[in-house]
């Protein structure tokens, strides 16, 4: 039966060709849909790499046109770090965690590059705040100060594209064009440190290759703002905020502060990442009620206009279950070669990379898809077909 | 075997000596609207002998088709009882009737009724898919054997539009016989031919009837091949007259 199945909707492939293509179609929005959603539920159960619970943002500025001095910005963090509820603070460059702001680039080890990479700039104190998850080695300290080249930690990512499987620690890499000759030996950056895979841009985002180069003791830059990271006592709450903020006025009047909670930041960037993939899976909603709804109506003028041959095949000993199934097993034939179309399209997106994404949730997607589309078909079909068992065949055979 | 080779020709059956593979007691059949009740067959009794070869005959209305669609069990009488082979199948389940109709049934139809998206030969397979235990080649052999004896052999990777009429009633023909049915139902099977094909589907007919014994009961207006038969049922506003 399946080959007379086969060979009756090969022989109607013109008559098909729509809804083989209306089946197409479905199949690559939902598979669209489905790997951005199956990518984004991978990022979101994947841990972040660090502990932003308790850690609240400090921004630190000191007004138009003026510049801090880098001793009365270390006087405010040692005034801050003494406020009872605060646990360490660590300063750090303005691309804190879930906020729109970035500093990437891309660097360079024996003419292998890096993907393109977030930097950040953190001191000493940095991960008794954030809690980066050391892999190997260890975090800045004081001995760093004797460094000839630029003490960083990288992530594991970014070990793996810059070393491979080999060793890291004690290497020295620079940006992918240095610009000077002889480098300068700030930015040549000597690995201290791996840890973890860390995303800092949302909840849903893939982890991105990252690198903090230390930020000197020493550093005589002066700085327009200041950023922050405070790590608090569990249940701190606007009191805290309060009184971080006087601290900061009581060192200098003319600087002004602001406090953030890095967990609220993060609900706000969620919200920010979510309305896109919501409009997307709304519009794909759309498409595909639609194309259910365009099947359902290609069905049933399908079997309107083959009663005859349903009368047909009654006489010949067809059952009325055996008719409504012969339908539904046509609808899956040719479900199978809209399906077969997509998939074949939707397989070059793992083998090609597309968007640097691993295979696996390309992989996932179009089985989703597929899945969706054979039971979106199956419950068009389902009616139609139960209408065609239900026809009585006397009266069908009269119709021609 | 080709038409014009009939040579061992079967003594006819005698209609009241020969076992009845068909009988219809007390028929009736009453299409019911809300407005209007219309009775298509009134108190029908008919017995139909293994190997016999009957034309109902009768003007348009009169219930011809309407008693071929009950003996065929494609529609229910709204009373009295259907026996085959002496078994009354009131009592059947759509599966029993759907195989009954399988084993034993062939149906030609004056608008042949082929499917135009299939071949010639899968046209003729058709009932031999609802057949259980039935392979594919076993299928295809039978059905080839069946288009042998239609004399249709050449055409069967041909579609139904690339046939002439006759040709087409023919392929019709030879589907009915794929199965190898006891009984074979032609409603108006000349009704959409010339005099010429007519005759020829006529021949092939009595042909099968003489030779194989196969029992035909043909749905005619032609007086003329109607006399060709055995036995001429006529029908006038759903009862028998004769």
């Known amino acids: ?400 | 075997m080709s038409l014009a080779s009939v040579s061992q020709v079967r003594p006819l059956p005698d209609a009241a000596t020969a076992p009845a593979i068909l009988k219809l007691t007390d028929i009736e059949k009453i299409y019911q609207t809300k407005t209007i009740e219309t009775v298509a067959l009134n108190r029908v009794n008919l017995t139909i002998g293994k190997g016999e070869f009957v034309s109902i005959m009768g003007p348009s209305g009169c219930g011809k088709s309407t008693l071929l669609s009950i003996i065929g069990l494609l529609d229910e009488p709204t009373s009295g009882t259907v026996e085959i082979d002496g078994r009354p199948v009131a009592a059947y389940s759509d599966r029993e009737l759907a195989a009954l109709r399988n084993q034993k049934i062939g149906f030609v139809f004056q608008s042949y009724h082929l499917i135009n998206d299939l071949s010639v030969l899968d046209n003729v397979e058709l009932p031999l898919l609802y057949r259980s235990g039935v392979g594919g080649k076993e299928r295809q052999q039978r059905a080839l054997a069946a288009l042998d004896k239609v004399g249709l052999s050449a055409r069967t990777n041909h579609f139904p539009s690339q046939l002439s009429g006759g040709q087409r009633q023919r392929v019709a023909i030879a589907r009915a016989l794929a199965g190898g049915p006891e009984l074979i139902l032609a409603d108006e099977p000349t009704g959409n031919l010339d005099s010429v094909m007519g005759e020829e589907i006529m021949d092939l007919l009595l042909t099968l009837n003489r030779e194989d014994g196969v029992t035909i009961v043909m749905v005619t207006h032609d007086e003329h091949q109607a006399q060709k038969t055995e036995r001429v049922i006529r029908f006038f506003d759903g009862s028998q007259v004769s």
Not at chain 1, 227 to 245: D, F, M
Not at chain 1, 332 to 338: A, E, N, P, R, S
């Open chain 1, 1 to 400: 039966m399946l080959r007379h199945l086969f060979t009756l909707i090969w022989n109607r492939k013109q008559a098909n060709a729509l809804l083989i293509s209306e089946i197409f179609f479905s199949f690559v929005v939902l598979f669209g849909v489905g790997a951005v959603l199956i990518t984004a539920a991978r990022n979101f159960l994947a841990p972040h790499g660090f502990d932003y619970d308790q850690v609240w943002r400090l921004e630190v500025r000191a007004g138009q046109n003026r510049k801090m001095p880098r001793a009365e910005l270390d006087d405010v963090l040692r005034q801050v770090q003494a406020v009872p509820g605060v646990r360490m603070v660590a300063l750090t460059s303005g691309n804190v965690p879930f906020i729109f702001n970035t500093n990437n680039s891309v660097f360079e080890y024996q003419g292998k590059k890096s993907p393109v990479t977030n930097y950040y700039h953190a001191d000493d104190q940095y991960n008794q705040v954030m809690r980066l998850h050391l892999r190997e080695g260890r975090w800045f300290a004081p001995i760093d100060d004797g460094s000839h080249h630029r003490p960083v930690v990288i992530s594991q990512d970014l070990r793996e594209s810059l070393f491979g499987n080999g060793p890291a620690l004690g290497k020295i890499f620079t940006w992918e064009n240095p610009g000077k000759d002889p480098i300068n030996y700030q930015d040549q950056f000597l690995v201290t440190g791996v840890v973890d895979p860390v995303r800092m841009e949302s909840d849903f985002s893939a982890p991105i290759p990252s690198m903090w180069q230390r930020l000197l003791p020493y550093d005589t830059t002066h700085w327009e703002t200041a950023n922050v990271l405070v790590r608090v006592a569990p249940g701190s709450a606007g009191e805290l905020q309060e009184k971080i903020a006087r601290t900061v006025a009581g060192v200098t009047r003319q600087w002004t502060s602001q406090v953030r909670v890095i967990n609220d930041e993060r609900l706000h960037r969620r919200r920010y990442t979510l309305v896109p993939v919501v409009g997307l899976c709304i519009i794909g909603l759309f498409l595909i009620v639609n194309g259910a709804l365009g099947l359902f109506g290609v069905l049933w003028y399908n079997i309107s206009q083959r009663r005859a041959e349903i009368g047909l095949r009654r006489a010949m000993g067809a059952t009325g279950a055996g008719i409504g199934w012969q339908f539904l097993g046509e609808m899956m034939v040719v479900t199978t070669f809209g399906v077969l179309l997509g998939g074949m399209l939707a397989a070059q997106f793992p083998l090609l990379h597309a968007f640097n994404l691993p295979a696996q949730p390309y992989l996932m997607a179009i089985g989703a898809a597929a899945a969706a589309v054979y039971a979106i078909t199956a419950i068009c079909a389902w009616q139609p077909s139960r209408l065609a068992a239900a026809i009585q065949p006397a009266v069908a055979l009269r119709e021609e």
